[in-house]
């Protein structure tokens, strides 16, 4: 069992968490099962999140696992349909679906150090650049369209949106991605003004820089050694270290808690050991 932040009781809630097969998100859906809530993992990898919820079953908690893909309507309304029978109304969504591609990814930082054969910015495979924006946006849009409707008729609930630092401030070589993260932290806040009057409360967290399945080969050369990228974050970033995804948790429970964030709606909350708040001298 992980060691939680701090004792808080989601007993009897409904979770359900988008991109639950991976890194972050995982373990934001085996912290709400360990703290009481009853867990609906989604992910378009169906063996992770099944993985996941036998993991969750040994421990004693309540974690089922669906494939779900948050870009088909028909088919997540057909998950709701599921997680409505196992588990009931849902109470806290937390959309935790995106990602990069490397189609939306230029090879170098700047474009008058670009060398032959290097993908530019002129390069950049425009369905490579909609898929990010799909994933990131519509996969945050659509979950909520799906699963805020059992918020609105019970007349409470809470969504967290997962943006990012590249929200604040773009980082070089992933336009798509860090457009689309803003994108996030915009529709938050909209979210948040839209269902003001509903007791549903939206807010978002933005994570530093984590190490997961889709950049460890950005920040790690082969033989586990930092790359220079990896190293130009460290610098940056006056903790100078990575964010560990059990470190979100208590930014996560803080925002979804009734009764601690209950005046709390519309707020992208950093959680990236200072990176936000260094200039850089």
């Given at each position: 069992?992980?060691?939680?932040?701090?004792?808080?009781?989601?007993?009897?809630?409904?979770?359900?968490?988008?991109?639950?097969g991976g890194v972050l998100c995982s373990t934001m859906a085996r912290?709400?099962?360990?703290?009481?809530?009853?867990?609906?993992?989604?992910?378009?990898?169906?063996?992770?999140?099944?993985?996941?919820?036998?993991?969750?079953?040994?421990?004693?908690?309540?974690?089922?696992?669906?494939?779900?893909?948050?870009?088909?309507?028909?088919?997540?309304?057909?998950?709701?349909?599921?997680?409505?029978?196992?588990?009931?109304?849902?109470?806290?969504?937390?959309?935790?679906?995106?990602?990069?591609?490397?189609?939306?990814?230029?090879?170098?930082?700047?474009?008058?150090?670009?060398?032959?054969?290097?993908?530019?910015?002129?390069?950049?495979?425009?369905?490579?650049?909609?898929?990010?924006?799909?994933?990131?946006?519509?996969?945050?849009?659509?979950?909520?369209?799906?699963?805020?409707?059992?918020?609105?008729?019970?007349?409470?609930?809470?969504?967290?949106?997962?943006?990012?630092?590249?929200?604040?401030?773009?980082?070089?070589?992933?336009?798509?991605?860090?457009?689309?993260?803003?994108a996030i932290s915009n529709f938050t806040q909209w979210l948040a003004?839209?269902?003001?009057?509903?007791?549903?409360?939206?807010?978002?967290?933005a994570p530093g820089f984590l190490v997961s399945n889709q950049n460890?080969?950005?920040?790690?050369?082969?033989?586990?050694?930092?790359?220079?990228?990896?190293?130009?974050?460290?610098?940056?970033?006056?903790?100078?270290?990575?964010?560990?995804?059990?470190?979100?948790?208590?930014?996560?429970?803080?925002?979804?808690?009734?009764?601690?964030?209950?005046?709390?709606?519309?707020?992208?909350?950093?959680?990236?050991?200072?990176?936000?708040?260094?200039?850089?001298?």
């Amino acid at each position: 069992m992980m060691d939680l932040p701090y004792n808080v009781s989601f007993k009897d809630k409904v979770v359900v968490v988008t991109g639950a097969g991976g890194v972050l998100c995982s373990t934001m859906a085996r912290a709400f099962a360990q703290a009481g809530a009853k867990v609906a993992a989604l992910d378009l990898n169906e063996d992770a999140v099944k993985k996941l919820e036998a993991e969750c079953a040994a421990e004693g908690f309540t974690l089922k696992g669906y494939k779900a893909n948050v870009l088909e309507t028909e088919a997540l309304e057909a998950v709701h349909a599921q997680v409505l029978k196992d588990l009931g109304p849902c109470d806290i969504l937390v959309n935790g679906a995106g990602g990069n591609n490397p189609r939306a990814t230029t090879d170098n930082e700047y474009q008058h150090e670009a060398l032959e054969g290097q993908k530019t910015f002129f390069d950049l495979d425009s369905s490579g650049v909609d898929f990010v924006f799909k994933l990131n946006f519509q996969g945050t849009l659509i979950p909520t369209q799906v699963f805020a409707k059992d918020m609105v008729d019970a007349k409470h609930g809470c969504i967290l949106n997962i943006s990012s630092m590249n929200a604040y401030t773009p980082l070089t070589k992933i336009p798509a991605y860090s457009g689309a993260k803003a994108a996030i932290s915009n529709f938050t806040q909209w979210l948040a003004t839209h269902f003001a009057g509903t007791g549903i409360r939206c807010n978002a967290i933005a994570p530093g820089f984590l190490v997961s399945n889709q950049n460890r080969a950005l920040l790690f050369n082969a033989d586990g050694t930092p790359t220079a990228r990896s190293n130009k974050i460290l610098t940056g970033t006056p903790m100078h270290r990575f964010v560990d995804s059990e470190e979100l948790l208590g930014g996560v429970f803080f925002l979804c808690d009734d009764k601690a964030a209950s005046a709390i709606t519309g707020v992208v909350l950093p959680i990236d050991a200072g990176f936000a708040a260094y200039s850089g001298v």
